[in-house]
Structures are given as C-alpha cells and as structure tokens.
C-alpha cells in the first residue's frame, strides 16, 4: 500500500513537474523526461510483482517439497511397512487402520496374505443380475455385470456358485452349482449343475425372474470358527435353521456329558487347543463345533435326492407292475370262478347221469337176480321133469341101459331140456 502511495505522489510530482519545465523546455523533451519517468515506475512495479511472486512461489516449493518429502516416507512405509510409532499414527486415518495398531505391514505382505485368502475363498463377483427368467426346459439362464464394471474373466467350462446379495435374514440364500457354458467379458450363460429340489427350482426361478442381484463365488465359501463369532444368539437364529443353530450356540461353551468325544477340545493354561492326547490333561474342556464342507454337503444331498428319486419311480414302477399283476389276478380269479360255476354245473350234471347210471345198473342187476332165481328154479324143475321123463321112459320100454344107468339118462334129458 505504501509503494502505490509512493508510486501516485511520484507521478503527480513527475505531471507537476513537466507542467513547470514546459515553460523553459522544448516539449519533446519534456514528453521524454515524462515518458522516462512512467517506464521507470513501470518497471519498478513489475520488478515488484516479480519479486513477490518468486517469493510465493519459492514458499510454495519448500512447502510442497516438505509435503513431497511427507508423501514419500509415507508411500514408502507403505510399500514396505513400518513400525514406527508416528508414522504408524499419521496412516492410522487415511488407512482405516486399528487405534491400536503397532505397525504396518507392506504391501508385499499385504498380497501375500490377499493370495492366501483367494486361494481358500477363490475369486467373486458381485452384482451380477440375472437378464430374465431362466430357460424352461435346460434350466440355463444368461447373467451380466454393469458397464462400469470391471471384465469378468471366466472362461468357458469353470464352476461357479451363486448366492443372493442381502441379508440372509431377509430372505437372500444360495442359488446353487452352476457350469458357465458361455462366456464374454460382462455376460455369461449358466446351467445348473446339480439337479435341483422343486423347492430349490423354485427360488432359483423366482430370483432370476426378479433380476435380484448375484454374487458369484469361484469356490464355495469355507465354513470357519471365526466367520460367526461376536454374533449374537438372536442373529444366529435369524441366519440358521432351526436344526443347526444350537451347535453354532455352544460352541465355545462348557460340554454336556451326551456330546460326542471328537466334539471335545481341551485348553491349556495359555489358552491354547490342546490335541486328544492331552485332553485329559487339559486346564478346561469346551465344546467344538464341526466345521463343514458345503460344496460335498450339496453335492451329497444332490446325489441322496436322485437316490431317493430313482427309488421313488422304481417303487411308482414297481406298484404299477403290481397293480397289473393284481388287476390280472382279479381277472384270472373270475375266469376260475366261472370256470368253477361251469364244472359245478357239469359236476351236477354229471351226479345227475350217475345217479341215473346208478339206478339203472340196480334195476339191471335185479332183473339179472330175477332171472337167475326163475333160471335156478326153471333148471330144477326141468332136472325134476327129466328125471320123471326118464324113469317112465325106463319102465315103458324095460330098457336095460335106462335101468343100468338112470343118472346118464337123467344128464342127457337135462341137457335136451337145456
């Protein structure tokens, strides 16, 4: 401010002057003395401005070299980790990191353990939507990933399971297996691989219908310990069946004297799982729940339904072929019930004739009995008159022969008589 008051006071004094001389100058010169005096303040104001803005900008280079300096020591305790305190505290902010945190690690450390994490969770993509319901007859449904996403890279042929994004109290659960049967950067085309129970066909129908959002997993989410603790009861109720939650409950807890001795684990004074060596030796036994293996559980459960569903049509056949084999004994047992009616009746018919045969052959043989007692009685009459005959004859004709031998007589008119 005061070197703009200086500035003006010179240039009145400068106009005031030059008004004086040009009463004993010549006016070009004093045009020239003005013309000199305006140049150097001119100059003077720019060598001014010069100094002030080297001066702003030399602040602002040692600022901004500090600041580089700042950024550097940070970037490298990042890259490489640190210990110290005050960094550690400077990155605790920007690097979401624990209040009481000690140290950082590097970022080499940092992806080495982010390998070991995808090598046991596998790679995942979120926000995947299905793009309409899914095919009625192969089951196959197409998923795609936003533009502003990035590519999906997955090859044709990989594995990959689907889950509903949310919270699984809401509703959100597992899709199923699904084989990727065509893949392009943000769109793939899925079938199942399992075949699915209706109930399972059913929300795997609704969710792609509905567009709700997917996560696909490159490998099956492991089951571990530390994936439900901190969780309250009332949370773990609202997440898992009602079949399973107790041993998500226990665990931890004290052991009950019906728990199965591999669900046993011993600790030692420092807190520590002791092995079943040692369990008798143990400071305190608690209860530990099994950690389970959902990609073989499903696949087991897959391969009890087809089992359970094979059994089921070889039953259906089986009860039909038996319903025939009844439909064809009730026939059979019809036809022998009126084949029986038939040979009743021809048996009746049959009694008929024999008693018919019978009373005949009666009335037969008592005429074959009369007969023979009138053939009896007629022989001994006949015998009684030959015997008469021949005696008479013997004593009319004083035959010799007749009176030697009446018996031959006797038998000779028996058989005349015959």
């Known amino acids: 401010m005061i070197g703009l008051i200086v500035v003006v006071v010179v240039l009145i004094a400068s106009i005031a002057l030059a008004i004086l001389a040009s009463k004993v100058w010549h006016w070009a010169h ?31 280079e040692t600022d901004a070299l500090a600041s580089l300096e700042e950024v550097e020591s940070r970037i490298e305790a990042i890259n490489r980790g640190t210990e110290n305190g005050g960094m550690v505290a400077r990155l605790a902010e920007p690097l979401g990191l624990d209040e009481n945190a000690e140290e950082i690690k590097s970022i ?12 046991v969770r596998g790679r995942l993509w979120d926000n995947v939507r299905p793009l309409g319901a899914p095919d009625q007859q192969s089951f196959t449904v197409n998923v795609a990933v936003s533009d502003d996403a990035p590519p999906l890279n997955i090859t044709q042929g990989a594995i990959l399971y689907a889950f509903e994004q949310g919270d699984p109290s809401q509703g959100a659960a597992y899709i199923g297996e699904f084989r990727v049967v065509q893949a392009s950067p943000r769109q793939l085309r899925l ?14 129908f609704d969710s792609a219908a509905d567009g709700r959002p997917w996560t696909l997993h490159e490998s099956m989410p492991v089951d571990t310990h530390k994936m439900f603790a901190g969780m309250s009861e009332q949370q773990l109720r609202a997440i898992l069946p009602e079949g399973s939650v107790e041993e998500y409950l226990r665990h931890g807890g004290p052991v009950q004297p019906d728990d199965p001795p591999r669900r046993v684990m011993g600790i030692d004074q420092d807190g520590n799982l002791v092995g079943p060596e040692s369990i008798d030796s143990a400071q305190q036994k608690i209860y530990y729940r099994e950690l389970r293996d959902y990609a073989f559980e499903f696949q087991e459960q897959a391969k009890r339904q087809r089992e359970l569903r094979s059994e089921g049509l070889s039953l259906q056949s089986n009860l039909q072929q038996t319903l025939a084999a009844l439909e064809g004994a009730k026939k059979l047992g019809e036809f022998r019930q009126e084949e029986q009616r038939k040979l009743k009746h021809d048996l009746a018919g049959v009694q008929r004739d024999l008693k018919a045969i019978t009373d005949h052959l009666a009335a037969v043989e008592g005429q074959v009995n009369r007969a023979k007692d009138l053939l009896t009685q007629t022989l001994a009459a006949n015998l009684r008159t030959a015997q008469q ?20 007589s006797s038998a000779a008119g028996d058989q005349h008589a015959l």
Not at 31 to 58: D, E, H, I, P
Not at 108 to 119: A, C, I, K, P
Not at 390 to 404: E, I, V, Y
């Open 30 to 60: 004093v045009l020239v003395v003005v013309g000199l005096v305006f140049s150097t303040v001119g100059f003077s104001n720019l060598g001014y401005r010069v100094l002030s803005v080297r001066a702003k900008y030399q602040k602002t």
């Open 108 to 119: 080499g450390d940092l992806e080495h353990q982010l390998r070991m994490v995808n090598r």
């Open 191 to 204: 079938e199942p691989v399992l075949q699915m129970h209706p109930d399972d066909l059913d929300r795997y």
């Open 389 to 408: 005959l021949s005696a008479l004859q013997a004593a009319l004709a004083g035959s010799p022969d007749l009176n030697t031998n009446p018996t031959g």
